[in-house]
């Protein structure tokens, strides 16, 4: 799959200028942040006089910006409602921090947050100290939770602790709203992938209602947990340590979630049980880039490997309505999304 891509980086290599811009805009008036640079696109967000979004592109397109905000919404603002001034924004990180993407508005996304193409579900960016949430407040689930780790420094055995609620929601789902569900409190970010990179801390942020979906403890401790280990590593008998790809390549950064069909199953709490559950993975190694997207079926089963559950990015996208990679070029993001990989990394 890098012999695939390799073309496609060198591309991105040479727009890479694009993409290392020193240019933000302030609101002189309050203004609306689009989906498309079009007058009647749909609304993202409104800016109040001056709010500050990071430029993502010196050119206009139809007298449009293509901007990101703080809180990870990329679109487009017109010209006459903002001023532009030198300098990337504090909360900015620039292309070469996250690899050959380009930039993003959190360390842990490749190639910027994933944007929501579904309005009727709308997404809160919640940013925690390892790891970025977007998360659903009609679902009371995370729809996408983005981790960027590298080899494991810490195999401390760190204890379990209760789920706290996120006081940064208005659903405040409670570590009591999962209790005699049938469903287990099921991680996102993995308390073993940020705990062995970021110690007690990291494990400690990992245990929020908000980075949970309910899931099967069959599913859980099977397929999906098996994808989880391959990623970070997992600790086996005798302290012994069996290395993931996480350890054996510099960074990897990966964005998980839950899908959902049109027949809504909530709890009786109201949180949605997911019908499946999707998982991207990416690797840069020099000029090449590469990724690994699963998808696997939400069942009460242990059975399941995660070679089997290997499906394109565009699937998922498709499916979630979500899109991913969007600071990369579009003919670069096209030829990573389209194609499924067909064996597992080493």
């Not at 070679?307 to 030829?335: G, H, K, M, Q």
Request: charged share 25%.
């Amino acid at each position: 799959m890098r012999a695939i891509h390799a073309w496609a980086m060198l591309v991105a290599l040479t727009l890479a200028s694009s993409f290392a811009l020193a240019d933000h805009v302030v609101a002189s008036r309050r203004a609306l942040v689009k989906l498309d640079p079009e007058r009647e696109s749909q609304t993202l967000i409104a800016i109040e006089r001056g709010d500050a979004l990071q430029l993502l592109s010196d050119e206009q397109t139809a007298g449009y910006y293509r901007v990101v905000a703080e809180t990870g919404e990329q679109g487009w603002v017109y010209r006459t409602f903002v001023r532009r001034h030198q300098g990337d924004l504090d909360w900015f990180v620039a292309g070469g921090d996250v690899g050959i993407g380009g930039g993003s508005a959190s360390p842990y996304a490749y190639s910027g947050l994933p944007r929501n193409d579904n309005p009727a579900v709308p997404v809160t960016v919640l940013r925690k100290p390892y790891f970025v949430i977007g998360y659903s407040e009609d679902r009371r689930n995370p729809l996408w939770v983005c981790y960027a780790i590298g080899p494991a420094v810490d195999l401390t055995a760190y204890a379990t602790r209760r789920f706290g609620v996120d006081d940064d929601t208005r659903a405040r789902v409670s570590h009591d709203d999962y209790t005699n569900s049938g469903y287990s409190r099921g991680h996102m970010a993995p308390r073993m992938a940020i705990s062995s990179r970021f110690g007690k801390p990291g494990n400690d942020s990992t245990f929020v209602m908000t980075n949970v979906c309910p899931q099967y403890q069959q599913f859980n401790d099977g397929q999906w947990g098996d994808l989880e280990e391959m990623i970070a590593g997992r600790k086996s008998g005798g302290g012994r340590f069996e290395e993931g790809w996480a350890d054996t390549l510099e960074t990897v950064w990966v964005t998980v979630g839950p899908i959902f069909d049109d027949d809504r199953s909530p709890l009786d709490s109201g949180v949605e049980v997911p019908n499946a559950f999707y998982c991207i993975v990416v690797d840069e190694e020099g000029e090449e880039v590469r990724a690994l997207a699963f998808i696997m079926d939400h069942e009460d089963l242990r059975e399941g490997e995660p070679l089997a559950a290997l499906r394109s990015i565009d699937e998922i996208e498709e499916r979630t309505r979500l899109d991913f990679f969007t600071f990369l070029p579009d003919d670069v993001e096209t030829t990573l999304e389209r194609q499924a990989a067909t064996a597992l990394w080493p």
